[in-house]
């Protein structure tokens, strides 16, 4: 027996060290215990994205989320509109299966913007391909709204959550600028509206009596963030004008109707810039949503009614949820969806869904529509449980995810 020596000393520090990897022990596994009724299954999809299911008995809630990496070099994401028109509502699984081809399969889709129900017209701006499919401003008719909270995805892959507000203008030969109210949407009395191929085969007619005057427009080439175009040799008045597939229409009313009239010169050119405002560009995708709830990691659903026009009521109830939110370092894009209105997940009241957003890592997240709209597809199939009794509901549009297997 060696006396001070280190026998002592290695039996003493063994015991600590004994009680303490105990005592971890015991901590672990009392968090597992915990944590032990939640049931958390990943599964990859593809490369670069990542499904995964949560339930969580406390709530009780059944959540799905799809991850994706957006460094990945085969991943595209990509807004599309039922029937690829600015009206009409389509299934989620429709428009992802239509989209879907052997080399570029769609491998997840989520539901997006609110709508008009009958319309099918969204709320918000929609861009897709980098090609703006609806917009507008904040003038005339719309002066009151607020603004509501849009998530972009730029040309380079960045994710962005602002609230964007279009501005577009016209350049007429002679020097003169024409500020556009919209795109496809309906004109003000007084304002300009430049329709594309997503309104459909013809502007629409002038029902409300209103002085007309439009122009088609062919694409002559781009100068920068500025787009080129000849204009037709005629005047076209009262609506219904053919648009061209690749082409455009410019459409005048009441007091924008003379302006054109005054400025047309037939196969003039004109130049006309298209953007939003906090200035992201280029934008290639664009959809809305009410409101953002997760700004810089924290939790802003306390502010997001006066801020949005989000109603006390739609914010506080239990609803299914569906959003969209993406990590700090923007390398990371989450599609979220939390099943409601029924025994096995009742849903998530919009201060919960953000919570839920944060513990998933998320620094910025938006609410998209929910209720019965809310729908995850993965690999063509629902993995979620709609709400509404017929199953799933047809929305105005969706955000999908695409594999390309061949790299660029």
């Not at 009409?88 to 129900?117: H, Y």
């Not at 919209?182 to 509206?193: E, L």
């Amino acid at each position: 027996m060696k006396i001070g020596g280190h026998s002592w000393t290695k039996n003493f520090v063994g015991k600590v060290i004994y009680r303490m990897a105990l005592l971890i022990i015991v901590v672990v596994f009392s968090r597992t215990e915990l944590d032990a009724a939640d049931s958390i299954k990943t599964v990859e999809i593809v490369p670069g994205v990542m499904h995964t299911t949560i339930i969580k008995p406390d709530g009780p809630w059944v959540i799905h989320a799809v991850t994706i990496d957006l460094t990945h070099p085969c991943i595209e994401l990509s807004t599309l509109h039922a029937f690829d028109l600015c009206f009409g509502r389509e299934k989620t699984t429709s428009i992802a299966r239509r989209s879907s081809s052997f080399e570029n399969p769609v491998v997840a889709a989520i539901n997006g913007d609110f709508f008009e129900l009958k319309s099918g017209e969204t709320v918000n701006n929609m861009v897709s391909g980098g090609t703006v499919l609806w917009a507008f401003s904040y003038t005339g008719s719309r002066a009151t709204r607020k603004i509501r909270s849009q998530f972009a995805l730029s040309a380079d892959n960045r994710p962005h959550i602002e609230q964007f507000v279009f501005k577009g203008k016209v350049f007429w030969p002679n020097g003169s600028e024409e500020d556009l109210c919209g795109i496809n949407t309906r004109p003000d009395s007084n304002g300009a509206v430049l329709y594309n191929h997503y309104y459909g085969n013809t502007t629409p007619r002038d029902t409300a009596q209103h002085w007309l005057e439009e122009i088609q427009l062919s694409p002559a080439g781009t100068r920068g963030d500025t787009l080129l175009f000849q204009m037709s040799e005629n005047l076209a008045e009262d609506g219904g004008t053919f648009i061209d597939h690749a082409g455009c229409v410019i459409s005048g009313s009441g007091n924008a109707a003379a302006r054109v009239k005054k400025n047309f010169s037939a196969h003039g050119s004109l130049k006309i810039l298209l953007g939003f405002s906090p200035a992201v560009y280029p934008i290639q995708e664009l959809l809305g949503g009410i409101p953002q709830i997760v700004r810089a990691g924290k939790n802003v659903c306390a502010s997001a009614d006066s801020l949005e026009g989000a109603s006390k009521k739609f914010s506080e109830a239990r609803h299914p949820r569906s959003g969209i939110g993406f990590t700090a370092d923007s390398a990371k894009l989450l599609l979220v969806t939390v099943d409601g209105r029924q025994k096995q997940s009742v849903g998530m009241s919009l201060p919960e869904f953000a919570d839920l957003m944060i513990s998933m890592g998320i620094s910025n997240g938006l609410n998209f529509d929910g209720g019965g709209s809310t729908t995850m597809v993965v690999n063509g199939e629902i993995v979620n449980s709609p709400s509404d009794a017929e199953g799933e509901r047809p929305v105005a549009n969706v955000l999908i995810v695409k594999y390309r297997k061949k790299e660029k």
